[in-house]
């Protein structure tokens, strides 16, 4: 009896890597090269790839900025919310890790889901910038929301928030 052993040469092929949300990214190549044409050439391979993927970066960064600009936080973070793009989200929040101080209870409300879906993502730095910002919010609105939830007695603005303190300490 005759055994044979397949052996695998590594291919040389771009091929883009899916992620489990079926984005394309690129891919590692092989960077060997015989001299410098051929360098330029593989550098180029993925150049409109990574062109477009930036422009439609910026596109979302900028309409993000535009809210900003205009001081309507909450429109900011709701217009977050509505992109598909979890690189852009964790961006937007990872800059917002910086100024926790102008949040306020309103905005931990809008932010709970982002930042759920966030932690669900496959992504080392998106579940990071996720957990800091939870970090941040529980750690400032905690206390408010347990003590609101367990008062005793008529508190008028307390029973204003009453339905935002549910929906914070459910998630």
């Known amino acids: ?24 990214q690129a891919s590692r190549r092989d960077l060997t090269v015989k001299n410098d044409d051929d360098l330029a050439e593989v550098l180029m ?16 960064l900028q309409v993000i900025q535009h809210f900003w600009d205009q001081n309507d936080t909450r429109g ?10 979890h690189d852009v989200q ?19 409300s809008c932010l709970l889901p982002l930042l759920s879906r966030l932690l669900d993502s496959q992504t ?6 996720s957990l800091n910002m939870l970090l941040k919010l529980v750690a400032a609105f905690g206390p408010v ?19 935002v303190f549910i929906f914070c300490s459910s998630i």
């Open 90 to 108: 964790a961006d937007v929040i990872s800059v917002m890790l910086g100024n926790t101080e102008s949040l306020t209870l309103d905005h931990f």
């Open 45 to 60: 391979l993925d150049h409109n790839f990574i062109l477009s993927t930036l422009r439609s970066r910026l596109t979302k």
């Open 145 to 163: 929301i347990n003590s609101t939830i367990s008062a005793v007695g008529v508190d008028l603005h307390a029973q204003k928030r009453y339905p």
């Open 124 to 129: 080392e730095r998106h579940i990071h910038v």
């Open 1 to 24: 009896m005759v055994s044979c052993t397949i052996i695998h040469e590594p291919t040389t092929i771009p091929m883009p890597v899916t992620v489990p949300d079926h984005k394309p």
């Open 76 to 85: 900011g973070i709701n217009a977050l919310q509505k992109l598909p793009d």
